[in-house]
């Protein structure tokens, strides 16, 4: 199989260490991927706030860059649901290189069958589900089958898992007020299961839960799944 790695810009620039620890976990599970230096953003922020033309050049290099490849893995439900849910949509048709790109903790389950990637973490544990994770790509059991064959991690469910954070990308910008009203519910959620770390599959819900999570001097972490995943 011929796995290109898709980086996206906010991984790229802020969560470097996301990016690396998928890599550790491929290379643990002896699949070897490949990172075209030629990619650049997926063209979201630009397709959210209406500039199509921008996003659709975007898209074309994007597929240019990742032709070939048996599957594209990225660490990021909502990049990935950019890519797979609305090119089609930007570009007139669905493409292989559309079809075969995978978010990582899917591409483990449902692409390689895999669940326990040999890694121990020993804390307790809550998880976000992140809107494009959930809702657009419909992963909720997949990161739980991970987190479950992770030795000496306590999976605890808050209340308000599959609740907004408030992100949104440019949502939380457009809409401040309301994206902090949302991200304090998710902060209180998860205050109440007393973990020691909340995870998501996507960086960005976590730059937005840890901003809360400070502002409130609550002592919880964030970490993102490829992470915990690559902990031995």
Same mark, same amino acid.
Not at 183 to 192: A, G, L, N, P, Y
């Given at each position: 199989?011929?796995?290109?790695?898709?980086?996206?810009?906010?991984?790229?620039?802020?969560?470097?260490?996301?990016?690396?620890?998928?890599?550790?976990?491929?290379?643990?599970?002896?699949?070897?991927?490949?990172?075209?230096?030629?990619?650049?953003?997926?063209?979201?922020?630009?397709?959210?706030?209406?500039?199509?033309?921008?996003?659709?050049?975007?898209?074309?290099?994007?597929?240019?860059?990742?032709?070939?490849?048996?599957?594209?893995?990225?660490?990021?439900?909502?990049?990935?649901?950019?890519?797979?849910?609305?090119?089609?949509?930007?570009?007139?048709?669905?493409?292989?290189?559309?079809?075969?790109?995978?978010?990582?903790?899917?591409?483990?389950?449902?692409?390689?069958?895999?669940?326990?990637?040999?890694?121990?973490?020993?804390?307790?544990?809550?998880?976000?589900?992140?809107?494009?994770?959930?809702?657009?790509?419909?992963?909720?059991?997949?990161?739980?089958?991970?987190?479950?064959?992770?030795?000496?991690?306590?999976? &605890?469910?808050? =209340?308000?898992?599959?609740?907004?954070?408030?992100? /949104? +990308?440019?949502?939380?910008? *457009? %809409? @401040?007020?309301?994206?902090?009203?949302?991200?304090?519910?998710?902060?209180?959620?998860?205050?109440?299961?007393?973990?020691?770390?909340? &995870?998501?599959? =996507?960086?960005?819900?976590?730059?937005?839960?840890? /901003? +809360?999570?400070?502002?409130? *001097? %609550? @002592?919880?972490?964030?970490?993102?799944?490829?992470?915990?995943?690559?902990?031995?």
């Amino acid at each position: 199989m011929r796995v290109g790695l898709f980086i996206p810009c906010f991984i790229d620039q802020l969560y470097p260490e996301v990016g690396k620890a998928m890599v550790t976990v491929l290379r643990r599970l002896k699949i070897t991927a490949e990172f075209p230096a030629e990619q650049t953003c997926c063209g979201q922020p630009a397709f959210n706030t209406g500039y199509w033309p921008e996003a659709r050049e975007l898209a074309q290099r994007y597929l240019k860059v990742f032709d070939g490849y048996d599957a594209i893995v990225c660490p990021s439900g909502s990049c990935t649901s950019m890519v797979r849910n609305n090119y089609p949509q930007l570009l007139g048709a669905a493409t292989p290189v559309t079809a075969n790109t995978f978010e990582f903790g899917e591409f483990l389950v449902r692409k390689l069958g895999v669940t326990d990637v040999g890694a121990r973490f020993p804390a307790k544990v809550t998880y976000h589900d992140s809107c494009h994770s959930l809702r657009e790509l419909r992963l909720k059991d997949e990161p739980r089958q991970l987190l479950r064959h992770v030795r000496d991690l306590e999976l &605890i469910e808050m =209340d308000q898992a599959e609740t907004c954070c408030g992100f /949104g +990308g440019t949502f939380s910008v *457009k %809409f @401040p007020l309301v994206s902090f009203a949302m991200d304090e519910v998710k902060i209180e959620s998860i205050q109440r299961t007393g973990a020691e770390y909340v &995870i998501s599959a =996507d960086s960005s819900c976590l730059m937005q839960i840890g /901003g +809360g999570l400070r502002r409130k *001097k %609550f @002592p919880i972490k964030t970490i993102s799944l490829a992470e915990v995943l690559a902990a031995q």
